[in-house]
């Protein structure tokens, strides 16, 4: 690893050296350097897909609080952001997002735990639900998403929680158990608060690529 | 009348040949077996690298129509972009065209009984057609909400029927490509469906919301009422429903090494 990098210091050198790469605005060598090089280190790899499934539907409303007042179950809020792999913001994209009841069953008639979320100029989101119940034939406790931005390539992939029985307290060991789960980074920590009632929390950014 | 015909491996998939007088179905362990469809005896048993057309459709999720020889393979070549492609193939095999199908993987791909159309549905809920003699797409239908498991073209190929999650079975109009009728009454989800081969009537099997292994119930539709006329039980979701070319028998596939058969005359 710590060769690939003084490689990448190598060519970068060449590159400018040779006037393959150059200032846009007046800056000095050094910092063109160091610039492009920083950039460079922040670009992060997209959030991994994941499966679409079966009980995607369209239509979903507009609304971040997904369940109602005595809904069973153990309150979850999401909280996350929309970034390009700059890590820049990106405003103007539409997360679908779409899980199971308390029980493991999905809405299929209705919009109980859907949404479409029209994301604006913060590119932030947040959910307000349930921890989402078992599905029999996908055991392990996730979160739908689906997100299309313009000028990007659109993402389906999951959200999964470490706390989750299935991967029996080693998210690391087990996340690949079953062949479920396709990238152990898609697990979030579940933060808990107490503001009267418990509340679990959990933080999923969305990486999209440029396309 | 109601009977069985054992399996020694989990049959998947159905299709009747010879005029009705043998079932072959397609089963998990990768082979196909045909019975003599009036006793029920095994006759043969293919294995998939010696399945011909039409067996080979019941190994793979693709399409195949002997109207034009042509197949029809759905694929998914990058998990991380997730979109879907459909590949059309001549009868040797070579690639006429590779259409772009959507994204999140393809649930139902078929011929039109002419072999001029292919029809996909893919998990975004959008249906798909195809002209195959150019790869031109003639219709994107984004009218459903939910995913379709099952479809069947009528025989005179006017009608399209659809159906999946929301246990409601879509009759299109192939001339407009708009919903022409809609039949409900199915207590679940349905992941199984075929026309009579007079086309005047429908069979449906069900996909129980809670899991694949509970019970469900298949139905046979009579189109003039739009009403089911008779229901058979089946212990997990049908994976399979096949008229029998005289109309009389439906034959359903569950997943389980048996076959059920329904008189329905």
């Known amino acids: 690893m710590q060769d690939q990098e003084l490689r990448r210091r190598d060519i970068l050198g060449e590159c400018i050296a040779k006037g393959l790469l150059i200032a846009g605005v007046p800056m000095t060598p050094a910092h063109l350097f160091a610039l492009y090089q920083q950039t460079e280190a922040q670009s992060a790899q997209p959030t991994p897909a994941e499966v679409l499934g079966p009980f995607f539907k369209k239509g979903a409303p507009n609304a971040s609080r997904l369940h109602k007042p005595g809904d069973p179950g153990f309150p979850l809020k999401v909280v996350g952001k929309v970034l390009n792999t700059r890590g820049e913001k990106i405003p103007g994209a539409r997360v679908d997002v779409w899980h199971a009841d308390h029980a493991g069953l999905y809405d299929v008639q209705g919009y109980r735990y859907r949404a479409q979320l029209a994301i604006g100029e913060s590119s932030e989101y947040t959910l307000e639900t349930i921890m989402p119940g078992h599905y029999p034939d996908r055991p392990a406790q996730h979160i739908h998403y689906m997100i299309t931005a313009p000028g990007h390539r659109t993402l389906v992939t999951q959200a999964y929680f470490a706390t989750d029985p299935y991967f029996e307290g080693n998210p690391d060991k087990n996340y690949s158990k079953r062949g479920i789960v396709s990238n152990r980074e898609l697990i979030r920590t579940v933060k808990l608060f107490e503001q009267g009632t418990a509340r679990a929390e959990i933080e999923f950014d969305i990486i999209l690529e440029r396309v | 009348m109601s009977r069985s015909i054992p399996s020694d491996a989990q049959v998947l998939t159905l299709k009747f040949l010879d005029d ?211 229901t058979f039980d089946a212990p997990r979701q049908v994976t399979a429903t096949a008229f029998s070319p005289d109309g009389k028998w439906v034959a359903a596939a569950f997943r389980e090494k048996q076959i059920a058969v329904h008189a329905v005359a």
């Open chain 2, 20 to 230: 009705g007088k043998a079932l072959a179905g397609g089963c998990t362990d990768a082979k196909v077996r045909i019975w003599d469809f009036k006793s029920g005896s095994l006759q043969q048993t293919v294995a998939k690298d010696q399945a011909k057309h039409p067996l080979t459709s019941l190994l793979s999720r693709m399409a195949w129509t002997n109207a034009s020889g042509l197949e029809a393979m759905p694929r998914m070549p990058n998990r991380q972009t997730g979109e879907n492609f459909v590949h059309i193939l001549d009868g040797s095999g070579k690639e006429k065209f590779k259409l772009a199908a959507g994204i999140g993987g393809i649930s139902v791909i078929g011929f039109s009984p002419d072999g001029r159309t292919v029809a996909a549905g893919s998990y975004d809920t959008d249906l798909r057609l195809w002209n195959v003699s150019n790869g031109e797409l003639l219709r994107r239908v984004d009218e459903l909400t939910v995913s379709m498991f099952a479809m069947s073209f009528s025989p005179d190929g006017k009608w399209l029927a659809t159906a999946g999650v929301d246990r409601i079975v879509y009759l299109w109009d192939t001339a407009t490509w708009r919903i022409a009728r809609k039949l409900t009454g199915q207590p679940e989800m349905i992941s199984a469906l075929d026309f009579s081969p007079d086309g005047k009537r429908l069979v449906t099997g069900g996909f129980s919301e809670l899991t694949a292994g509970h019970p469900v119930k298949i139905l046979v539709w009579d189109l003039a009422s739009g009403k089911p006329t008779l």
